[in-house]
């Protein structure tokens, strides 16, 4: 055996296993952010470009590998004369210049059409506004002019829905968000159901998706944004027609505060003593009957919150990171088929199906779930002004009470 051979030995063992780990990886079946199973037409459209392009590098790099193996296992020194030299034949030059060309023009061709497509935001059915923050998006759906939201006319009382987390949408209906950010530069990504968007301060930059069936396309923000930039996910729910309707007039239903006397009475004195300032919840009034506004721009260095208002109709929070369903609940939600997804959706959470687990520790120490600053931002000036979610030092009995005003939010 030669020296060599514990080299080679090595080597084979080593791509073995490079070549089974990506097998395996392959074959994952949870996979919410899968860009190869698009679930609506723009998606369809990118997965309908890469498939061909991929196809095509594929035989490019295959071919390139194999002239590759071939010149080292060939030419390999061995002492032999030096091979012929392909320098000055002008036909060679000519076609390594020429079938590039034509690679890159057959690629460059769909792909400048598809991002046309892409970018065609006329026509749509639903606008939403979406802004982005260190480490959350917010969702304001626009009263059309003839008082309709999304194409859809309140049957109750009507109003802006401000929500974030999770955007819900109607099934097959052209949605064109309008995105913007308060902070630092933020991309909206939802891989079923289009590519990526920037949002950028200062500016307006409209985007364009819709869902073929009803369910919940994960995504995330793919442009670093600060500390929890790992922590800044989103989720867009997609209902069908009846669903829609239902849930624009769930979150538009008036306020209805907790039975006197109750935990949930007194969790809600918690929330107007702690809470308020930031976080909105619409409708909600003080001892006096007044009604409760939050400030959050006289209280958080971004200047703005969560919108609290029907937060059990969610099953995710702070930043759609976090599940408010305990996973056996969120499974059959997320599992669900489509006929059947929407009811099990528009339930909201239940006593039973409350991560009471995760939303506790959040009231604890909302910092030490989602860092927000690091110790040298704390010398940093912010006249005064707190950033992210602050630790509130909450006691368990007011936290339980916290705990159990939220749930009726639904």
């Known amino acids: 055996m030669t020296e060599s051979s514990p080299l080679r030995s090595r080597l084979r063992t080593a791509a073995l296993v490079g070549v089974g780990a990506v097998v395996l990886a392959s074959c994952a079946q949870d996979a919410p952010q899968d860009t190869w199973d698009p679930a609506g037409s723009e998606a369809q459209r990118i997965h309908d470009l890469q498939w061909p392009i991929f196809m095509i590098a594929g035989i490019v790099g295959l071919i390139v590998m194999a002239v590759v193996a071939i010149c080292v296992v060939k030419f390999k020194d061995r002492g032999q004369p030096i091979p012929e030299q392909s320098h000055g034949k002008a036909w060679l030059e000519y076609m390594f210049i020429a079938l590039p060309a034509v690679l890159l023009a057959g690629i460059a061709v769909p792909t400048v059409a598809t991002i046309i497509e892409l970018n065609d935001t006329d026509d749509a059915d639903c606008v939403i506004n979406v802004t982005g923050q260190q480490w959350w998006w917010e969702y304001d759906y626009p009263i059309a002019g003839d008082g309709s939201i999304c194409g859809y006319m309140p049957t109750g009382e009507t109003g802006t829905i401000v929500t974030s987390g999770q955007m819900v949408i109607p099934t097959d209906a052209k949605v064109v968000i309008r995105g913007t950010s308060r902070d630092v530069i933020h991309s909206f990504w939802v891989p ?7 949002m950028v301060p200062g500016g307006v930059h409209t985007w364009n998706f819709n869902a073929n069936e009803p369910g919940i396309y994960a995504g995330q923000c793919a442009e670093f944004c600060g500390l929890s930039h790992a922590n800044m996910r989103m989720e867009i729910v997609a209902l069908d027609a009846a669903d829609f309707q239902s849930w624009i007039d769930n979150q538009l239903e008036p306020y209805q505060p907790p039975e006197e006397g109750t935990l949930a009475a007194e969790g809600e004195a918690e929330f107007v003593a702690q809470c308020a300032r930031c976080h909105q919840v619409d409708g909600l009034t003080d001892a006096d009957g007044n009604l409760v506004v939050a400030h959050p721009e006289d209280q958080v260095y971004s200047g703005a919150a969560p919108n609290l208002t029907n937060l059990m109709t969610r099953n995710t929070f702070a930043g759609a990171t976090w599940d408010l369903l305990v996973e056996d609940c969120r499974d059959e939600v997320w599992d669900a088929p489509a006929d059947e997804f929407g009811p099990l959706y528009l339930e909201g959470v239940t006593d039973e199906c409350l991560n009471e687990t995760q939303l506790k520790q959040w009231l604890r120490n909302a910092p030490a779930m989602k860092p927000m600053y690091t110790d040298a931002e704390l010398l940093e000036p912010t006249d005064g002004l707190v950033r992210g979610m602050p630790y509130l030092a909450l ?16």
């Open 192 to 198: 079923r159901l289009n590519g990526k968007r920037d």
């Open 395 to 410: 006691s368990e009995d007011q936290i339980d009470k916290l705990v159990a005003y939220l749930l009726e939010r639904k």
